[in-house]
């Protein structure tokens, strides 16, 4: 257990009961949040009972006794807020993009440096999925020798009524590469064991949202280290009848084998998510993966009581922004010239 305390600041996204329900697994406690919207903040008060909603975030970054800031806000908020907890002694967690700019990336950073404090990413696909941590632990282990390539797919269902205007909203969002693919990035950096990568070619497209010409609904990268490539593609067209959001799939290739996860389901039948084929000389097996731990809740709040990188380094977290904001630019850059 652990005596941190945390609060929320924004919540605008459904991935802020992800980012609480870590922290409080891993013992922190939720205090108190602020949210404009009364719909969103009576369905978090409804969820949370015991946290306070305040009236302004200034009773949240004000108060000292709160280690930790959380924030799933508009996409485009998020990197102000951070800014803003960071300035008053707080630790970030922060929903995926963490920001939509490289002015935002940039200042981020700096703050960060200036204050000394972390800046973390949720990077839910990598860390609250059992699967994709334990296909780090093979690999670290030697499983499928040297990582040389890797496939990230995230597909998501649109749910198009359903969205706030605001995700429609490029200027808000980021681009689908910012916001999605940031997921995938941050998992070939990883895997790939580097720090850093280079974009070889990105795209996007609206291929069947006319009606919302702001949404990119596809996209896709190619990016390369010294010693690894790596391919992903995501996009907003996950079928109805598919009983999860979103089929989402990671292989990596080895230099004496392979890995699959199928992280949501796996469509050949078995229940369940957290589905990991592991292929080496020995044949082929499936690894069900829904008893794993999840460590990362524990390590970040023992990297804010110690102030130490076990979580996740705070490069890779910025880096691995980095590399979806440069994809997301060259996308664009190229669809314009085409369009010319």
């Known amino acids: 257990m652990t005596d941190i305390k945390f609060a929320a600041i924004g919540i605008q996204h459904d991935h802020i009961y992800g980012q609480c329900n870590c922290l409080i697994r891993a013992g922190a406690k939720l205090v108190s949040f602020f949210e404009k919207d009364e719909a969103f903040a009576r369905e978090f008060g409804e969820k949370y009972p015991d946290a306070k909603r305040v009236t302004d975030p200034a009773a949240i970054l004000e108060n000292s006794s709160i280690n930790v800031v959380v924030t799933a806000a508009i996409s485009a908020e998020r990197a102000g807020i951070s800014i803003k907890a960071m300035q008053h002694g707080k630790d970030v967690l922060s929903d995926k993009p963490g920001m939509v700019s490289f002015d935002q990336l940039a200042d981020v950073k700096r703050v960060q440096a200036e204050t000394g404090r972390i800046y973390n990413i949720l990077y839910s696909e990598h860390f609250e999925n059992r699967a994709t941590v ?67 070619s990105a795209s996007v497209s609206n291929r069947a949202n006319p009606d919302s010409p702001g949404l990119q ?124």
Request: aromatic share 8%; hydrophobic share 35%; net charge negative.
């Open 217 to 340: 609904d596809s996209g896709d990268i190619h990016m390369a280290t010294d010693n690894a490539n790596g391919l992903i593609h995501v996009d907003w067209f996950t079928p109805e009848g598919l009983p999860s959001w979103g089929d989402g799939r990671l292989m990596i290739t080895g230099t004496h084998g392979a890995i699959e996860i199928r992280k949501n389901i796996d469509i050949g039948g078995r229940e369940g998510p957290n589905h990991l084929f592991l292929t080496d000389k020995k044949g082929v097996r499936h690894i069900d993966c829904n008893d794993v731990e999840l460590p990362f809740g524990k390590q970040f709040l023992a990297d804010s009581r110690d102030r130490t990188e076990t979580a996740i380094p705070q490069s890779r977290v910025f880096n691995a922004m980095e590399l979806a904001l440069s994809a997301q630019k060259i996308a664009e850059n190229t669809a314009s010239s085409e369009d010319k």
């Open 134 to 200: 334990k296909a780090g632990q093979l690999v670290a282990d030697g499983a499928i020798g040297e990582v040389i390539h890797t496939v990230g797919i995230g597909p998501h269902r649109l749910r198009k009524p359903t969205r706030p205007g605001w995700f429609f909203d490029r200027s808000l969002y980021g681009g689908i590469l910012t916001d999605i693919a940031s997921h995938q990035c941050e998992q070939f950096l990883f895997f790939a064991n580097r720090n850093s990568a280079r974009i070889l």
